[in-house]
């Protein structure tokens, strides 16, 4: 069973910048595709940001500009750097991940953000 672990959550003022990390318990160089999603209360659950085999970054346009999303293969790691936050942007964020060939998709227990004065 493959885990993910997300941290780097908190609360952080209107402006301010967080860096969650998601940590994966198997390697994640044969990754399909990764990706951050959040899910603020009474709402969906949305894509914030994805990042496939080859690289390709994709961004939800409410983040595009703000938002970078990266990993680091060495460390099974993913990252999502939050720059520029605002209170829209309060929500669990989530990190999910496929692996090529497989057909499971897994997801992370979710890190809470906040972002207000």
């Known amino acids: 069973q493959v885990q993910l672990v997300e941290s780097g959550g908190g609360l952080v003022q209107p402006g301010g910048s967080l860096r969650l990390s998601c940590s994966a318990s198997r390697s994640i160089s044969t990754i399909y595709a990764m990706g951050w999603y959040r899910q603020a209360p009474g709402k969906q659950r949305e894509v914030v940001a994805t990042?496939?085999?080859?690289?390709?970054?994709d961004y939800a346009g409410a983040v595009k500009g703000r938002f970078t999303i990266s990993r680091d293969n060495a460390k099974n790691t993913m990252y999502l750097q939050m720059n520029s936050l605002r209170p829209e942007d309060t929500a669990v964020y989530y990190c999910?991940?496929?692996?090529?060939?497989?057909?499971?998709?897994?997801w992370g227990q979710g890190t809470q953000v906040t972002v207000s004065s």
């Open positions: 999910n991940a496929a692996w090529s060939g497989e057909r499971s998709v897994y």
């Open positions: 990042v496939t085999s080859r690289g390709t970054r």
